[in-house]
T-cell receptor, first 114, second 115 residues
Framework: AQTVTQSQPEMSVQEAETVTLSCTYDTSENNYYLFWYKQPPSRQMILVIRQEAYKQQNATENRFSVNFQKAAKSFSLKISDSQLGDTAMYFCAFISSGTYKYIFGTGTRLKVLA | GAVVSQHPSWVICKSGTSVKIECRSLDFQATTMFWYRQFPKQSLMLMATSNEGSKATYEQGVEKDKFLINHASLTLSTLTVTSAHPEDSSFYIC???????????FGDGTRLSIL
């Protein structure tokens, strides 16, 4: 069975600094997709970034980038130039190719400090 | 971009009442929708997969008779919490699948409070 682990329940970072959120997963499949979602206090689920397992290049979206290490089954999220609006719960998620069911990690609560 | 509308956003009702939550895909057809439950400060827990025109697939431990799911059209899935009790109070979120392995589109959630 696939599992997703986020080992950091809470983190904080100073505004304008960089922070990295960790995520590891376990699967025997070769084709899958990984995502980071942000859930602010409004509780909307907002897609931050996605990574296809077959792509070696790490995905980037403006201030957000990932470090995808397929062999190590690691998928960390780096947030550069942190902003107060980045304060939220962040969930790492896995979906295997051919199925549509997300497997979510337990989440990391990130607080950006002014 | 694709939008999923979830209604109502917040409902408070008495114990024993049945509550219906709607999830609509506004600009795309969704053959598959998902219903999640989220307790405070916890992750999303998948309750069931809703398939258009067929019975929903429930995750282990989720009571089918308590959480009725109907997916009668390609744009609408409903979750009915039957005879709700205080322990059913939670945040319920739906999502709809795009084409292929595109990211799911989430509704804004429904906060259910049973008194």
């Amino acid at each position: 069975a696939q599992t997703v682990t986020q080992s950091q329940p809470e983190m904080s970072v100073q505004e304008a600094e960089t922070v990295t959120l960790s995520c590891t997963y376990d699967t025997s499949e070769n084709n899958y997709y990984l995502f980071w979602y942000k859930q602010p206090p409004s509780r909307q689920m907002i897609l931050v970034i996605r990574q296809e397992a077959y792509k070696q290049q790490n995905a980037t979206e403006n201030r957000f980038s990932v470090n995808f290490q397929k062999a190590a089954k690691s998928f960390s999220l780096k947030i550069s130039d942190s902003q107060l609006g980045d304060t939220a719960m962040y969930f790492c998620a896995f979906i295997s190719s051919g199925t549509y069911k997300y497997i979510f990690g337990t989440g990391t609560r990130l607080k950006v400090l002014a | 971009g694709a939008v999923v509308s979830q209604h109502p956003s917040w409902v408070i009702c008495k114990s024993g009442t049945s509550v219906k939550i709607e999830c609509r895909s506004l600009d795309f057809q969704a053959t598959t929708m998902f219903w999640y439950r989220q307790f405070p400060k916890q992750s999303l827990m998948l309750m069931a997969t809703s398939n258009e025109g067929s019975k929903a697939t429930y995750e282990q431990g989720v009571e089918k008779d308590k959480f009725l799911i109907n997916h009668a059209s390609l744009t609408l899935s409903t979750l009915t919490v039957t005879s709700a009790h205080p322990e059913d109070s939670s945040f319920y979120i739906c999502s709809a699948n795009g084409q292929g392995n595109q990211p799911q589109h989430f509704g804004d959630g429904t906060r259910l409070s049973i008194l």
